[in-house]
């Protein structure tokens, strides 16, 4: 779960780390932050087919989609399924059409306070320090 595929459309070199961006279609893109000796060694080019992780415990789930946080990659869907547990509740959100699925892991407190359910508009917001990438060529 929480995987991505698609070609790097961006690199942004800085003095120690690089942000690569992968073009996932339908107008969504997913910002990765490596560093450059990472970008180097795994040959990370514009064009470069990559696949990109996110851990779910790494997700924030977020109701208004206009709120102001650091987190780069923000991605809206609808909640397409709850699976409660006794501590924590598993959130699995649709994006774009239900092409794209993320999958957060959240306290039950906290799908509690928000009042989570099927349909609901959310936001998956995720840190690109949280992204994993690796290449596909």
Known sequence: RNQFAGPISQI???A??????????DGLTLTALVTRESALTLGFT???EAMAF????????????????????R?????????????NTEVTVAISGARHMV?????????????LAVGMPVMA????SS???LTLD
Do not use: W, Y
């Open 75 to 87: 991605l809206r869907g609808v909640v397409e399924r709850l699976h409660e547990g006794p501590v």
């Open 54 to 73: 996110v851990k779910s415990s790494s997700i924030l789930l977020v109701e208004d989609a206009e709120v102001k946080i650091s987190a780069r990659n």
């Open 46 to 48: 514009v064009g470069t």
């Open 125 to 128: 917001a995720f840190k690109a």
């Open 131 to 133: 992204v994993f990438l």
């Open 103 to 115: 999958t957060a892991v959240i306290t039950g407190d906290s799908a509690q306070r928000m009042g």
């Open 16 to 25: 120690v780390d690089c942000e690569v961006t992968l073009d996932l279609g």
């Open 12 to 14: 942004i070199q800085g």
